[in-house]
């Protein structure tokens, strides 16, 4: 018997939505895979080693990982209004010139975005950077220990729990600049599986993205049990910000934003330059 497809994907709830029908053979046809949860600074590390099949990834990332690793054009996060936050408290909020900042990764999306902000931002020049589990980053903040911080996901609802203010959305400041949606999450798939399957789990991603939105109740009991004891309300937010359609097909404007991205980050020295057609879909 052949070895079920490992793949690897965060437990938050725009993943999980995603993925139900997929990984509960609920698609005719559709081999359900073994699932590895994992934060996406780990998933970047996995394939970065070449240890799963299929995973969730930063888009930052890519240009470590597309000799081994093709683009899939469904299943990840872009969207527009759903960009990183810089945060701080009250009392520290203004000029980020040499302050220390939390950021969830190093090969973050948030992270180029941020990097690629602070360079017009912070002419000063940043302080440290300290790299911390994204769910550490806002109690970081609160309690003195950083400066600011870089927050992801469903922080960008929560964050006035922890009484932070915003100082600035990466989101916002990268449509300013390009007019385009907000590259974050990748789907990538091992080039060694060949382009015919590769197509095949195109497919089988882009038809469980239909399913979870035909039939959303079908995956809330799997949607709460990993969402790290999230309030549903904020995991219905969370689903609907980062779950559109350029989760189902990239599109010309998903591909522009990725690209867009990765030269602009080539271009200040952030990343390797990434060939032409390295996006490329076998």
């Not at 950083?146 to 989101?171: P, S, W």
């Not at 060949?194 to 949607?223: F, K, N, Q, T």
């Not at 910000?241 to 080539?266: H, K, M, P, Q, S």
Request: proline share 7%; hydrophobic share 50%; with cysteine.
């Amino acid at each position: 018997m052949a070895e079920p497809l490992r793949i690897a994907y965060s437990p938050c709830p725009n993943d999980t939505f995603v993925f139900h029908a997929w990984t509960h053979g609920l698609l005719p046809g559709a081999e359900a895979p073994e699932v590895l949860f994992a934060d996406i600074d780990v998933t970047n590390g996995l394939a970065e080693r070449g240890e799963l099949d299929l995973l969730k990834v930063s888009y930052a990332a890519l240009p470590w990982l597309l000799d081994e690793y093709a683009l899939l054009p469904c299943g990840g996060a872009l969207g527009r209004g759903c960009g990183p936050l810089v945060l701080t408290r009250p009392e520290t909020a203004g000029d980020l010139t040499g302050k220390t900042v939390a950021v969830p990764s190093e090969r973050s999306t948030a992270y180029l975005l941020f990097r690629l902000w602070a360079a017009e931002a912070v002419p000063g020049g940043l302080g440290e950077i300290v790299v911390l589990p994204f769910h550490e980053i806002m109690p970081a903040v609160r309690d003195g220990r950083v400066d600011a911080g870089l927050v992801i996901h469903e922080a960008r609802f929560t964050y006035q729990n922890y009484g932070l203010v915003k100082l600035a959305d990466m989101g916002e400041a990268w449509e300013a600049a390009t007019g385009l949606p907000i590259p974050l999450g990748a789907i990538i798939a091992k080039r060694s599986l060949g382009a015919a399957r590769l197509r095949e789990l195109a497919a089988a991603i882009s038809a469980s993205v239909r399913a979870a939105w035909d039939d959303p109740a079908a995956s809330r009991e799997y949607v709460m049990a990993h969402a790290q004891e999230m309030d549903p309300e904020v995991a219905d937010q969370h689903i609907g910000l980062y779950v559109n359609e350029f989760t189902a097909e990239l599109g010309e404007d998903g591909y522009a934003a990725v690209r867009g991205l990765l030269d602009r980050a080539a271009a200040q020295g952030l990343v390797p330059a990434v060939a032409p057609d390295a996006l490329a879909f076998p």
